[in-house]
């Protein structure tokens, strides 16, 4: 097959006139707008006329150069699928500020005769012309490991993700003049890419917004998530897309309090890993309300909600089906939809169910998997050490910790000692995500470093609170052996409060160890349940 050929111009009627070749008139082509500071991508098989119409575009006069994109092996679906990746992989580079809208229902990537080769050879052949142009900063591989290019809102989302997005973006604009609030509430565990949909489906929120035809036109919209890290995500992601601003995004206290100023509701609210909601008070986080999912809603016209019960991690965040029910049930006119496909591991459902397993306390026999690297380990710095292999093999790899060592929020650095191993951990400190620090891979990350991000390889360590029951042959949870004083203040209103306590370190494993996307190696700290998973 041909190379690809990349052909640059002055963004002008003059270089346009001066393009000749037929070649580029009728034929799939890709191409991409340009300034030092702000980039359009695109996709077309009328290059000339398309160039006219950016031409008589405002948005588009200060842009200064065009690249065209070619190849003998061209067709729509290529190109389509090839436009996707380059908006995905601009907005991971994060060089420049994207005046691109988001992809329509009706132009969905789908599979094509010989998609792989597009997307791998022909798409490197792409990136690595734009490298050597200096037109991009980073290699690909670099770009693929950062948190902005896994959220990103451009991200070609399947079919089930399609649907449920379309079905957000009906309720939003169907409900937004209801006199009453209105609450959707999306379901799904880890894993399954529901941050992935919700940055798609706000995004295109807020391109309505500017819509003059749309319901949603003019309205005031924001995304919740009680989580600093990937807030920190959230907001990095929208300096780069034309139709996101920074405080469009927002924790939940800081939301509220704002709302609590005006007597004018907010529009749509989207709220990310509701799961760690404060369900009461919390003085420590300024929350002094009942219940901030409640408040939310008082102080919106439509909510959608999107939870998993299962990454619950604090008694003040403890949320069960039927505290959930009693608080949407006079706003829910809709089941929740419930998202099940695994995305982020690539592992068979043997490993998924032995996961699932071993937080119910239930040790199965270790399942074999060519595809995911599975493994236990005798030794925490043997474990350390081989995640370094992997970090420096594939990047993004890192240890990651049950709370069971003690941390202040007191500026000291805290230590992770367990075996001949003694390392930082639970640093976050700066603008910048955990795991996506070079030097964190001589650090142990928490659940709040790591909750919602992927790895590569993830090694977790189960702390002194995990051990094993052998008279039953299960996990034993020691929950005064939890370190996370935080995760079980707040207990008035739960009748176990010691069953809620246990679930919520089972709750943290669950997040830890369904973080790695290529595998997961475990130490256990306690001798017996590490001599147990040893014999798997």
């Known amino acids: 097959m041909g190379l690809v050929e990349l052909k640059t111009w002055d963004f002008d009627r003059s270089a346009l006139d001066q393009i000749k070749s037929e070649r580029y008139f009728d034929y799939p082509v890709v191409y991409f707008l340009n300034n030092n500071t702000t980039v359009y991508i695109g996709e077309t098989v009328a290059f000339k006329n398309r160039m006219k119409s950016h ?14 994109i070619i190849h003998e092996e061209f067709h729509r679906s290529a190109t389509y699928n090839l436009e996707t990746k380059l908006i995905n992989y601009f907005l991971g580079d994060d060089r420049y500020r994207l005046q691109n809208k988001s992809q329509t229902a009706q132009s969905v990537t789908h599979n094509y005769h010989n998609k792989e080769f597009y997307d791998k050879e022909i798409f490197n052949d792409i990136w690595k012309e734009l490298l050597k142009r200096k037109m991009v900063n980073n290699p690909a591989h670099v770009i693929e490991n950062r948190d902005i290019f896994k959220l990103s809102p451009f991200k070609e989302l399947t079919m089930t993700q399609l649907e449920l997005k379309t079905k957000i973006l009906e309720v939003c604009e169907e409900h937004i003049k209801d006199n009453e609030t209105f609450v959707f509430m999306v379901k799904g565990e880890a894993g399954v890419g529901k941050s992935v949909v919700l940055s798609s489906v706000f995004n295109s929120i807020q391109e309505l917004a500017a819509d003059k035809n749309s319901n949603l036109h003019q309205t005031k919209n924001y995304l919740l998530v009680n989580h600093s ?6 907001k990095n992601i929208a300096a780069n897309v034309k139709f996101l601003k920074k405080n469009n995004f927002d924790k939940p206290t800081s939301f509220i309090n704002k709302q609590k100023k005006t ?15 404060l369900s009461r008070a919390d003085a420590f986080n300024g929350f002094n309300e009942d219940n901030q999912l409640e408040e939310i809603i008082k102080h919106s016209k439509v909510v959608i909600v999107v939870y998993d019960e299962k990454q619950v991690l604090k008694l003040k965040s403890y949320w069960d089906k039927e505290r ?54 005798d030794s925490a710095k043997e474990m350390h050490d081989a995640i370094v292999e992997k970090n420096k093999e594939h990047g993004l790899s890192r240890v990651v910790s049950t709370f069971d060592y003690e941390h202040k929020k007191d500026g000291e650095q805290y230590y992770i000692r367990e075996d001949n191993l003694e390392i930082p951990w639970n640093l976050t400190d700066t603008k910048n995500t955990w795991a996506e620090k070079p030097e964190t891979i001589k650090e142990a990350g928490s659940i709040y470093t790591i909750q919602g991000f992927d790895l590569n390889y993830v090694g977790v360590i189960l702390g002194p609170s995990v051990t094993y029951d052998d008279q039953n042959d299960c996990l034993k949870i020691l929950t005064e ?24 370190i089972l709750n943290s494993i669950n997040v830890l160890m369904k ?4 595998g997961l190696y475990i130490y256990a700290s306690d001798e017996e349940l590490r001599k147990r998973l040893l014999e798997l």
């Open 324 to 377: 959930l029910k009693k608080i949407v049930s006079g706003y829910q006119r809709e089941e929740p939809y419930v998202l099940k496909e695994q995305f982020r591991m690539n592992a068979g459902d043997d490993v998924i169910d032995w996961i699932d397993n071993f937080v119910e306390k239930r040790i199965l026999e270790l399942p074999k998997d060519e595809l995911y690297d599975f493994k236990i380990f």
């Open 263 to 277: 007597t004018e509701k907010a529009d749509v609210v989207l709220v990310d890993e509701a799961h760690l909601l």
């Open 481 to 504: 052996k939890y370190s996370d004083t935080e995760a079980f203040r707040g207990k008035d209103g739960i009748e176990d409060v010691e069953r809620a306590k246990e679930q919520i």
């Open 515 to 518: 973080r790695g996307m290529k």
């Open 229 to 234: 890290e990937m807030l920190k995500t959230y």
């Open 55 to 68: 031409l008589n575009n405002k948005e588009r006069k200060n842009l200064e150069k065009m690249t065209l």
